[in-house]
């Protein structure tokens, strides 16, 4: 098993808390979707746990090692992190970028071994991306980039995967098949943490739900016990709609 784990985690920068006292934890076999407004603290929540932000308090433990103490390899090679800015070192083929996905193991692009040239072939496919391998990343549509970063993540296959809205810039189609792929990549033993702004995706597809905000996990559970009027009401400052797991926001309160 592979477990991220946060305890009584705090992020201050400046004047401002950005995080305070969260107690994140993400294992493999599950599906985790954090949820919150613009500016609740989502992206540097990930990014303190994963120890790429340096935290004030608290604690962040990667498979038992304090996050902030690995190395760029040995992080990447137990969780593999989508950022919400994705941008392109340099101007290079779809291929190649996905191929950046596999660092963690010693290859580049144009170095892939055996291995590293499955697992780029395998990320491919799932995202839907085998007729534009050849194309130069920087001349792609947004949603396109957006599959290609996805692919990125899913080709390291590492055991975890932390995707902060991976799905913002896609068509509905894709917004299902990356879900899928998610889905698929934790019935088959890894674990995700997904950020997401479109609720009734997340109580479709996600084990569990933690809600954010104002810097603070307000909530943690399966969206049966967790999406609720009342939450969307205090979280969102919506009217909303809740049968089971589908929601339907009806507006702003
Ligand atoms: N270095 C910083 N100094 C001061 N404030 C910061 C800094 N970095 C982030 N913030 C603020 O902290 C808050 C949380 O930011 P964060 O990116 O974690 O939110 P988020 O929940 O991911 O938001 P979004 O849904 O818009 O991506 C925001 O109000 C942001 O402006």
């Keep these: 098993m ?38 609740a603290g989502k992206t540097s929540l990930l990014r303190s746990a994963l120890g790429l932000e340096k935290r004030a308090t608290g604690s962040a433990l990667l498979n038992g090692a304090d996050s902030e103490r690995l190395s760029p390899m040995q992080r990447a090679r137990q969780v593999a992190y989508l950022p919400q800015q994705r941008p392109l070192a340099w101007p290079n083929t779809v291929r190649d970028v996905i191929a950046l996905g596999r660092f963690a193991y010693g290859a580049a692009p144009g170095r892939l071994s055996a291995a590293d040239a499955e697992a780029v072939d395998r990320a491919i496919g799932v995202c839907d991306l085998s007729t534009l391998t050849e194309r130069q990343a920087d001349t792609l549509s947004g949603g396109e980039l957006a599959r290609v970063h996805c692919a990125r993540a899913f080709a390291a296959e590492a055991p ?14 894709h917004q299902f098949r990356i879900m899928d792929m998610m889905r698929t990549f934790v019935n088959d033993g890894g674990g995700a943490l997904v950020v997401l702004h479109d609720i009734a995706l997340a109580a479709r597809y996600a084990d569990r739900m933690v809600w954010m905000k104002d810097a603070e996990i307000v909530a943690d559970g399966s969206p049966e016990d967790t999406l609720t009027t009342e939450r969307m009401a205090e979280i969102y400052g919506v009217r909303a709609r809740i049968d089971g797991r589908s929601v339907e926001i009806e507006g702003a309160i």
């Design 160 to 173: 975890l995967l932390v995707a902060d809205e991976p799905v913002a810039a896609l068509d509905p189609r």
């Design 2 to 39: 592979a477990e991220l784990l946060t305890r009584d985690l705090t992020v201050i920068a400046g004047k401002a808390t950005l995080v305070r006292a969260a107690n994140l934890s993400l294992r493999t076999g599950e599906l985790v979707a954090l949820l919150g407004p613009n500016g």
